[in-house]
C-alpha cells in the first residue's frame, strides 16, 4: 500500500508539474479562448484535472468525485465546432470520439470510486484517463488545430 501511495504521489505531482507549467505558459490562451469553442473546453478540463491530482493527494474524495463528474460531464463545443470537426476529419472522427469514451469511462469510475472511497481504483482510472487524454492529443492536436484555424 505504500509503495502504491509512493507512486501515485509521484506520478501525480510530475504530471500536476506539467499541467501547471502548461497552464502558465498558455495563460493569455485562456483569456482568449471564445465561448464554446474546443480550446474552452480543453481548458476547462484542465483546469478540473489539476484539481482532481490535488484533491487525490490530499484523499479529499468528495471533491474527487465532483470534479471526476465535471470532466465526466465536460461542456460540448459548440455545434459548428463539432460539425467542421466532423466534416474535416471524416472516418478519423470515431478514432478521435473513441479517446473521448476513455476519458469519460474513466472519470465516471473514478467518481464510484471516490463515492467508495477506493484510492487505488481512483489511481488506476485516474491514469487510464491521462491515457485517453495524452492519446488523443498526440493523434489529433496538430490536425484538429490547423482545422479549427
Aim: net charge positive; hydrophobic share 45%.
Amino acid at each position: 500500500m505504500v509503495t502504491l501511495k509512493k507512486t501515485l504521489v509521484i506520478s501525480s505531482l510530475l504530471v500536476l508539474t506539467g499541467l501547471s507549467n502548461t497552464l502558465q505558459a498558455n495563460n493569455t490562451d485562456l483569456i482568449q479562448a471564445k465561448e464554446g469553442s474546443l480550446k474552452q473546453v480543453m481548458q476547462g478540463l484542465l483546469i478540473d484535472t489539476q484539481q482532481l491530482t490535488k484533491a487525490m493527494l490530499m484523499e479529499d474524495f468528495k471533491t474527487i468525485e465532483t470534479l471526476a463528474n465535471n470532466i465526466a460531464n465536460h461542456p460540448k463545443p459548440s455545434l459548428a465546432t463539432r460539425m467542421t470537426l466532423m466534416k474535416a476529419m471524416g472516418k478519423e472522427m470515431a478514432n478521435f470520439k473513441s479517446n473521448d469514451d476513455v476519458v469519460h469511462g474513466a472519470a465516471v469510475a473514478m467518481a464510484k470510486n471516490a463515492n467508495q472511497q477506493d484510492l487505488k481504483a481512483i489511481a488506476e482510472n485516474f491514469q487510464t484517463m491521462i491515457g485517453g487524454c495524452i492519446s488523443c492529443h498526440s493523434e489529433f492536436k496538430t490536425k484538429v488545430a490547423a482545422i479549427l484555424k
